[in-house]
């Protein structure tokens, strides 16, 4: 097995092949959603939590029907009622996991750092939904199985990154995963919504649709993240639409087989036109959902097998006196 993670943090710290790895069992539960009973048991005994310290209605779906496909006994803590709204920190909130004994733990935070922070301290796998501005890295697989499966390969491809690059998690995973998948990533939009240090991911940036989307085969569409923005970024939604928001004017400048993407959820007429949005000809928007529940099945059956071996080397070591390997 390539993967060897204990976490799943981001998609920095992963190798292609482990990126590969888990795609292609990723696959597998594609097969196995569509079919009539969408039931396995790979998780069976283990208990899953998820912390949700934002709300998101469509990741936190996800993980749960995918973690109740595999047999887990799955849980949702309700963060917005939680003590953390009480005074309580973090790491007190990582002992009392401890003491429930999770086995794998899903956690969305709007400060970015704070799911690596709990992996530090709590006894299970963690996997990370989204934390502040760092990363999503499950949104950025499931977009890249997406892509495989409509492109046929995830590799020396062109693809358009659109719009609030800056507040953006889901476009840095993307960026990091695309390029360790030797892709050839755009972005596109303002000035305003470009983070400041974007040379670092040796892209090309475009501040204009048309000149960016010209030949490329992916067209990935971001939200504006307005909860984010603490300033004017833009002057207007309809200045911005009028610019930025993808057509069938500026679609017509990619490949006639272009795909259309969109992490969800769409501000319809603001980033994206409608009728785009809904062209089953292009727009593979409802697929990334349906990817989304296999790639989390994917992520969460190869970190239990890693949580279950190094559980098991920790009995032997116990039982032998040595020292269990890190």
Do not use: W
């Amino acid at each position: 097995m390539n993967f060897r993670q204990k976490h799943l943090l981001g998609i920095e710290e992963l190798h292609p092949l482990e990126i590969t790895e888990i795609l292609d069992l990723a696959d597998t539960y594609v097969d196995l959603n569509r079919s009539e009973t969408k039931h396995g048991d790979v998780l069976k005994g283990l208990t899953q939590i998820n912390m949700f310290f934002e709300n998101s209605t469509r990741t936190q779906a996800s993980f749960e029907i995918a973690g109740k496909r595999l047999g887990a006994d799955v849980m949702n803590m309700a963060m917005q009622a939680s003590s953390i709204k009480k005074g309580e920190t973090l790491i007190d909130t990582a002992l009392t996991l401890n003491a429930m004994h999770p086995d794998l733990l899903v956690v969305r935070h709007p400060h970015s750092g704070a799911v690596n922070l709990l992996a530090e301290k709590v006894n299970c796998a963690v996997l990370n939904a989204g934390d502040g501005r760092h990363e999503h890295p499950t949104q950025a697989l499931l977009d890249a199985l997406t892509i495989r499966r409509a492109k046929g390969r995830l590799h020396r491809l062109n693809i358009a990154i659109c719009g609030d690059i800056a507040h953006s998690r889901v476009a840095r995973s993307n960026l990091l995963l695309l390029g360790k998948m030797e892709n050839r990533v755009r972005l596109i939009g303002p000035p305003t919504l470009m983070p400041s240090q974007i040379g670092a991911f040796g892209v090309e940036v475009y501040q204009d649709m048309e000149e960016g989307l010209k030949d490329v085969d992916v067209v990935m569409m971001l939200r504006l993240q307005k909860e984010r923005m603490d300033g004017g970024f833009i002057p207007s939604e309809r200045e911005y639409y009028h610019r930025f928001g993808l057509d069938a004017e500026k679609l017509a400048f990619a490949k006639p087989d272009a795909i259309v993407m969109h992490p969800g959820p769409m501000n319809r007429g603001v980033e994206i036109d409608g009728t785009i949005a809904d062209d089953i000809n292009r727009s593979v928007i409802q697929d990334q959902v349906e990817m989304g529940v296999a790639v989390r099945m994917a992520a969460m059956d190869l970190l239990a097998r890693n949580l279950r071996a190094a559980r098991a080397d920790q009995r032997a070591a116990g039982r032998s006196g040595e020292p269990a390997h890190a």
